[in-house]
């Protein structure tokens, strides 16, 4: 029993020193990686976080529809303009949506999120612009949400003396609209290059060698009792 003890006991000194010879090794190791190592990582982690982004993003298509707001005979031609602006803020209206999802057999409310209007300050026209994760998906709710506000206009055009027509059909896109892998990765690697010169500038400084503990030197007291004998000399001095 006693030399099993002792056995286990040389074993257990032996993983000792093993396991500080390892800390050590370690210690050594993170002492001759460079203070600047946050800077690289975060270029590297942003450059592949926007390739597995750009990777795993289905792809998403625009197409964009235009509708002209003409004056009628009897409306002022000026008043064009401001109907265009009225109608661009309802050609994404409940009642729109839902009259241009049932004509094109679509779900219910598909359309909200897929479709948005703009309008120009300059001209009476209304931009209507689909996504889709096809081309021609894309062109196809820009058309009907366009074909439905100008049903719409129609049943007002007594009382607004405007008149709404599509003047360009969506076409299908050639390319998507979502960043490549390419443009991905150079945006997520400047992103995260301006993280990393974040990180060297606001954490503290690690200082290793034989002058990360240099002590400051305090006064000497070697010329206090020089300082001393003088005085008394002359205390001397001044007696005779």
Same mark, same amino acid.
């Given at each position: %029993? ?17 396991? &500080?010879? +390892? ?9 001759? !990686? ?6 690289? $990582?975060?270029?590297?982690?942003? !450059? ?19 509708? !002209? ?12 303009? @401001? ?18 999802? +049932?004509?094109? @057999? ?11 209007? &703009? ?5 009476? %026209? ?17 058309? $009907? ?11 007002? +055009? &007594? ?32 992103? @995260?290059?301006? !993280? ?10 690690? &200082? ?23 005085? +008394? ?5 001044? $007696?005779?």
């Amino acid at each position: %029993m006693p030399e099993a003890a002792s056995a286990a006991g040389a074993a257990n000194d032996r993983a000792t020193v093993r396991l &500080r010879s +390892a800390f050590r090794g370690a210690a050594a190791l993170l002492r001759r !990686v460079p203070g600047w190592w946050p800077l690289p $990582a975060c270029v590297v982690a942003g !450059v592949l976080g926007g390739t597995v982004y750009a990777a795993t993003v289905p792809p998403q298509y625009d197409a964009t529809s235009y509708v !002209v707001v003409a004056p009628g005979q009897r409306s002022d031609p000026a008043s064009a303009l @401001g109907y265009a602006q009225a109608y661009g803020k309802i050609a994404t209206d409940a009642v729109v949506l839902a009259r241009a999802e +049932a004509k094109h @057999g679509l779900p219910r409310g598909s359309l909200r999120s897929r479709v948005r209007a &703009r309008t120009s300050p300059d001209a009476p %026209m209304v931009q209507i612009t689909g996504t889709g994760g096809r081309p021609a998906q894309a062109a196809g709710y820009a058309d $009907a949400v366009a074909s439905s506000l100008t049903r719409t206009a129609e049943r007002s +055009a &007594r009382n607004t003396g405007v008149r709404l027509s599509v003047v360009s059909h969506a076409a299908a896109p050639a390319a998507p609209v979502t960043p490549s892998a390419p443009v991905a990765a150079s945006v997520s690697g400047c992103a @995260g290059g301006l !993280v990393g010169g974040l990180v060297l500038l606001v954490r503290p400084r690690r &200082r290793y060698g034989p002058y990360a503990a240099a002590a400051v030197p305090g006064p000497s007291q070697v010329a206090e009792p020089a300082a001393a004998g003088a005085d +008394a000399g002359g205390a001397e001095v001044a $007696a005779r």
